[in-house]
């Protein structure tokens, strides 16, 4: 209903229409206006002279009117009105439309009579040679001897504008609630604004300057709104005239007075309303571009306070993560100390080992030495000679023995008293020295490259680039898809291309694909996911890859034969785990009663024998088959179900029920046969997809 708010004011006043009036121009005007507007033009200038010379101007005549110079205000033009030139420069009242309003020149009536007006409904007399002007077509009138009460009275319109004040009175909102405005409860004659009880307490707290404003209940503050007199703008350099031109160079608004004085004669000029909606519309989109500014920059501060947060916490992460560093290699230090530290302690308790033998060695030697040494010269004190010669020559050559054993190097120290080991520690502590942070960064998120990726039948290719201003080093990509409904993203392929294409999607599937690369530093981030539609309906043909050796195709892969008179199994390329699917083949060849089955079949089925003799496969095998009839295959995943059709005319109930897992498309044949497939095409009519079957099969 906003909307037709400015439907229902008048173009004089703005405020809503009071006792309007209808003008002969079928425009509305309140009638206190139309008394406001009225203008007394001199005799010689009046229409009824015109009429009198001669003239032959109607008043109703709209086609000569709208070849008049009176551009309206929709034209953004200005009009120079002939009828007023010459009017007498009195003191004139505001006009929003640019008319020049003139206060009436009745004579003021009694006290008592003024008071009975609004009651009576008798208006003053008016003036004579009065003129009206319509403010929207700007169409002269000249008032007959009826004055105003010659126009009729819009009752229609009057009770439209009760009714939609009272609607807009019964749902007054607050004008300061930013998102969901309150219902108001009181206004600000003052401010001139409706609040709500939250508004107002955080607004417009009674207290200082505000205190002395005066608070109404909403509906009051409407009506005085309503009734309040306008505010109007007069000139600054005529100050008893009203502001009802814009003037395009000064850029300033200006009065029919200044016009008229020749400062701005020769400038352009529009209408003041025209200009107020112009100019309103583009601060309004101007305001609009700072509200989005405005947006972005809250939003970016809010970025920098997280970022604030995360530096914290990250700051907090990182220093753990050097401590934990530092740590690792002062116990990586630690244990290689104990381990030399052994290894120093094993070579003292050698170098010990050693010495101790050696000094238990010669301990024992010296103590034989010094008592052979005692023995001979107890000999030697002997006087008998014959008694020392019988053991001289065995005591000579012992003493020779016991000297050759302390020859030389017996008195050598085995094992020298230094350590011959030296730490190399050199190395260690320039790297210690060199330990610094390095800028390892991961790779930036790549781009999807829109206009390479594409959907083919149940494939996908995409493809990608990293940014153009990334200098970082990338090692590979990996590429992720979601399961076509809705689940977890899993890798589809992982390496260094940037171009992928992955098979084997299903139908009528929408799937979200995203991509990522990494380094030796990590994985980056995630790039924009793209969402993917599969085609609903399959096109395929039959697959050289998988069938067997005696089976012969032709027709890309359409038509097929064998030249075996033993059954050979062919599939489609193309193999269906979810949706609607319907194929047909028609028979081109039938010699001999050849026994052909058509069906479906799994990828392990057995190539060598009829289709349907074991358990990967389900065909029908007779039911009519005959040259040129077309065997239909109906594959509802949705229900699980398999019909077949001969000639567009179903062959018994519903084949199986319970179908799940990856089906292709299969036949069976002999040399006798010879079969074309049409695949790509729509369910049959007969058949709604997505409804359960009661008795099991379709009607």
Same mark, same amino acid.
């Given at each position: ?64 009117? =709208? ?6 205000? %929709? ?22 439309? *640019? ?42 009138? /000249? ?49 001139? +604004? ?17 205190? @002395? ?66 100019? @309103? ?6 305001? !609009? ?18 970022? +604030? ?44 080992? +050693?010495?101790?033998?050696? #000094?238990?060695?010669? /301990? ?16 030697? @004190? ?5 008694? &020392?010669?019988? #053991? ?25 008293? =230094? ?41 996908? /290719? ?54 990522? %690369? &990494? !380094? ?7 790039? @924009? ?30 038509? +097929? ?11 489609? !390329? ?11 083949? /028609? ?13 479906? %079949? ?20 007779? *039911? ?12 509802? &995943? ?62």
């Amino acid at each position: 209903m906003d909307e037709m708010e400015e439907e229902l004011k008048c173009p004089v006043c703005g405020s809503f229409f009071r006792e309007p009036i209808i003008l002969p121009c079928s425009h509305n005007i309140c009638l206190a206006c139309a008394r406001n507007i009225l203008v007394q033009t001199p005799e010689a200038e009046s229409p009824q002279s015109s009429r009198a010379s001669g003239s032959g101007v109607s008043d109703y005549d709209y086609l000569e009117l =709208d070849k008049m110079s009176l551009y309206s205000e %929709a034209d953004s033009g200005y009009g120079s009105y002939g009828g007023f030139v010459s009017a007498p420069t009195t003191p004139c009242q505001k006009s929003p439309n *640019g008319v020049r309003v003139f206060p009436p020149t009745v004579p003021p009536l009694p006290q008592v009579q003024h008071h009975l007006l609004p009651h009576t409904g008798v208006l003053p007399p008016v003036p004579r040679n009065s003129c009206l002007t319509c403010p929207q077509c700007h169409r002269s009138l /000249t008032l007959d001897d009826r004055g105003l009460r010659g126009f009729p009275k819009n009752r229609v319109l009057e009770g439209v504008v009760d009714r939609y004040q009272q609607s807009k009175a019964a749902a007054l909102r607050c004008q300061l609630c930013e998102k969901s405005p309150r219902e108001a409860t009181v206004m600000c004659e003052q401010c001139d +604004v409706f609040y709500c009880d939250p508004c107002r307490l955080r607004c417009h707290p009674p207290r200082g300057p505000l205190a @002395k404003h005066r608070l109404v209940p909403p509906a009051q503050g409407r009506i005085s709104r309503r009734t309040s007199p306008r505010k109007t703008s007069t000139c600054t350099e005529h100050e008893l005239e009203n502001l009802s031109m814009y003037c395009v160079q000064c850029k300033t608004p200006v009065c029919y007075q200044c016009l008229e004085d020749g400062k701005h004669s020769t400038h352009e000029v529009k209408a003041l309303g025209a200009m107020w909606k112009l100019h @309103k519309g583009q601060l309004s989109q101007a305001l !609009n571009v700072l509200s989005d500014r405005a947006t972005e920059a809250k939003e970016f501060l809010v970025q920098l306070r997280n970022m +604030v947060q995360h530096i914290q916490e990250n700051g907090v992460e990182f220093e753990a993560c050097l401590v934990a560093q530092c740590d690792a290699l002062i116990e990586a230090l630690n244990r290689r100390k104990a381990q030399l530290l052994s290894r120093v302690t094993k070579e003292h308790e050698h170098k010990l080992s +050693v010495v101790r033998d050696q #000094i238990s060695h010669c /301990t024992v030697k010296l103590r034989q030495t010094t008592g052979l040494m005692e023995y001979c010269l107890e000999v030697i @004190k002997e006087n008998d000679p014959s008694g &020392f010669l019988q #053991i001289s020559d065995a005591l000579i050559r012992r003493v020779h023995m016991t000297e050759n054993q302390w020859g030389k190097g017996s008195l050598s120290p085995r094992m020298s008293s =230094d350590f011959d080991l030296t730490l190399d520690s050199g190395p260690l502590l320039q790297t210690i020295h060199q330990l610094d942070f390095v800028q390892m960064k991961v790779p930036a998120a790549p781009i999807l490259q829109l206009e390479e990726c594409c959907t083919q039948t149940n494939s996908a /290719t995409l493809s990608w680039k990293q940014p153009p201003l990334s200098t970082i080093a990338v090692e590979g990509y990996i590429l992720e898809l979601d399961d076509g409904n809705g689940g977890q993203f899993r890798e589809v392929y992982v390496g260094t291309e940037m171009i992928c294409t992955v098979d084997g999607l299903r139908f009528n599937s929408t799937y979200k694909s995203r991509v990522k %690369a &990494f !380094n030796s530093s990590g994985v980056g981030q995630y790039s @924009k996911t793209l969402v993917m539609q599969t085609s609903e309906i399959a096109w395929f043909t039959f697959d050289p890859a998988t069938a067997h050796p005696d089976i012969i195709l032709s027709n890309d892969n359409l038509t +097929v034969t064998c030249n075996s008179y033993d059954d050979r199994v062919i599939m489609g !390329n193309t193999g269906f785990s979810r949706g609607v699917h319907y194929w047909e083949m /028609t028979i081109d060849r039938y010699d001999n009663h050849p026994d052909p089955a058509f069906g479906i %079949a799994r990828a392990d089925v057995m190539k060598d024998v009829m289709l349907g003799k074991d358990d990967k496969a389900w065909a029908i095998t007779d *039911g009519g088959i005959s040259k040129g009839a077309t065997v239909g295959v109906l594959l509802d &995943f949705s229900r699980g179900i398999l019909l077949f059709l001969i000639n567009d005319e179903q062959q018994g109930p519903v084949a199986f029920n319970t179908l799940e897992g990856m089906y292709y498309p299969a036949i069976s044949l002999n040399r006798n046969v010879q079969v074309t497939l049409h695949s790509g095409l729509p369910v049959p009519d007969f058949y709604t997809p997505g409804e359960s079957e009661a008795a099991g099969s379709v009607c």
